[in-house]
């Protein structure tokens, strides 16, 4: 019999923090068939680690194969050993409620195949996302400075400003000008082309996101103007930059960006811990206590750092604790690690004030993987608590209460949502 405190959390509408969704227009006319709809996403990651092959899980994924069967036996023996990883609870998640498959087989996926055009009808991600997932809205990062209304549902998906680019030192003048009109020949030039891709499209964005944990390492450092220039030039010549000029160049545009920020009152996300994929994450990069120079820097900003930076988990618990400018989420966590994010959750609670957690993000491209993410992480969230109730730590109603706050009520505090969604009926 689910308890109050179950059907309290089923009922909350979910703030979705972090997602890469495909719009409409790509979901309805190029989306994937069955099986890319099932296994496009982080499962792969672990059906590679079990020791299904690149050329078997190129094929899963080929939707122009029509022998699905066959598609999906060349990586069934990799699938057996991973469907109860966190990742693979989610494929079993998609397949139960999008597609009413119980259990996968080879049989049980062709009889399936044609829900999956239903499925990518339009309307059709809105649906599965509002209703299905009982989400109150999306941010999406599609690695774009530009943040346009999405006419799917203007108040409900909602993006980010990418700042990847230039946090890896990544300048791009032809970009830029052609963006802004700026022409970038100097330092001086380049923070006024920032200053103007901030002003066009900050009133949009419902945050400004950068990933660039994945290309180099969350280390930053105070680089003063002259060193920053220097790089530049390196960069505007066309020559090819060294490591530690790339990394000057990038912690500069990375402090501009944090300060245009606090200007704009966005919230800067960054991505810490875990990476996906395989075979390519040096781990020294990754732990968000990297960053603790920057945190100390800019005391005015907010800080959402991402993925409970996994597996580093514990030293974020501190660093959220002892900076006031640091919000946590748990975007992608429930399905990397269940067990370690409800052993997350608990600890935070009893370690930081509740009102710096948000609970949710699924990371993926697909609305039915999103889907899955979400009812995945109202069971956890839901296990995790009712513990705290079964050790005597809080009363159904307090965990009740603290369900509410983390699932939406931090993000609205955080995030200006309301003046985002009329600044996007604006533009629309």
């Known amino acids: 019999m689910p308890t109050d405190l179950a059907h309290h959390i089923q009922e909350t509408p979910l703030v979705d923090t972090h997602e890469h969704l495909d719009r409409e227009p790509s979901w309805v006319d190029d989306g994937p068939d069955?099986?890319?709809?099932?296994f496009g996403n982080y499962v792969?990651?672990?059906?590679?680690?079990?020791?299904?092959?690149?050329?078997?899980?190129?094929?899963?994924?080929?939707?122009?194969d029509p022998d699905i069967a066959g598609r999906f036996e060349g990586i069934r023996g990799a699938w057996e050993a991973t469907q109860f990883t966190g990742y693979g609870e989610a494929v079993r998640l998609i397949a139960n409620h999008a597609y009413d498959i119980d259990e996968l087989s080879g049989r049980s996926i062709e009889m399936a195949q044609h829900k999956n055009r239903v499925l990518r009808e339009p309307g059709e991600r809105y649906r599965l996302l509002h209703d299905v997932a009982n989400l109150d809205h999306t941010q999406t990062d599609d690695g774009q400075w530009e943040c346009a209304p999405d006419e799917s549902g203007l108040d409900f998906f909602l993006y980010d400003l990418s700042w990847r680019a230039f946090c890896n030192g990544d300048i791009n003048p032809e970009q830029i000008e052609a963006e802004t009109g700026v022409i970038v020949t100097d330092l001086g030039s380049l923070k006024r082309g920032m200053e103007a891709i901030f002003a066009k499209h900050a009133p949009t964005a419902i945050a400004v996101k950068a990933q660039h944990a994945y290309s180099?390492?969350?280390?930053?450092?105070?680089?003063t103007d002259a060193e920053a220039a220097i790089a530049l030039a390196t960069a505007l010549r066309g020559e090819e930059m060294d490591l530690q000029t790339q990394l000057c160049l990038g912690d500069w545009c990375w402090a501009r960006g944090v300060e245009l920020t606090i200007e704009h009152n966005l919230p800067f996300k960054i991505h810490t811990g875990y990476y996906a994929g395989n075979d390519r994450m040096p781990v020294s990069r990754i732990p968000a206590g990297n960053m603790c120079e920057l945190f100390a820097r800019y005391p005015d900003a907010k800080f959402v750092l991402m993925h409970i930076a996994y597996p580093y988990n514990d030293e974020l618990v501190a660093l959220a604790k002892h900076y006031r400018n640091i919000w946590v989420d748990m975007c992608w966590a429930w399905s990397i690690d269940p067990y370690s994010s409800r052993d997350f959750l608990r600890r935070f609670i009893h370690a930081v004030p509740i009102n710096k957690i948000f609970a949710f993000g699924g990371d993926t491209h697909f609305p039915t993987g999103a889907m899955a993410y979400a009812i995945q992480a109202r069971t956890e969230i839901t296990r995790a608590l009712e513990s705290e109730i079964a050790d005597g730590y809080m009363t159904e109603k307090r965990a009740m209460a603290i369900a509410e706050r983390i699932m939406r009520d931090n993000q609205f505090d955080c995030f200006d949502i309301d003046g985002t969604r009329s600044n996007i009926k604006a533009a629309a």
């Open 44 to 64: 792969v990651a672990d059906l590679i680690t079990a020791g299904a092959s690149l050329q078997a899980v190129t094929r899963l994924k080929d939707g122009n």
């Open 216 to 223: 180099r390492t969350l280390d930053w450092t105070e680089r």
């Open 34 to 38: 069955i099986l890319g709809d099932l």
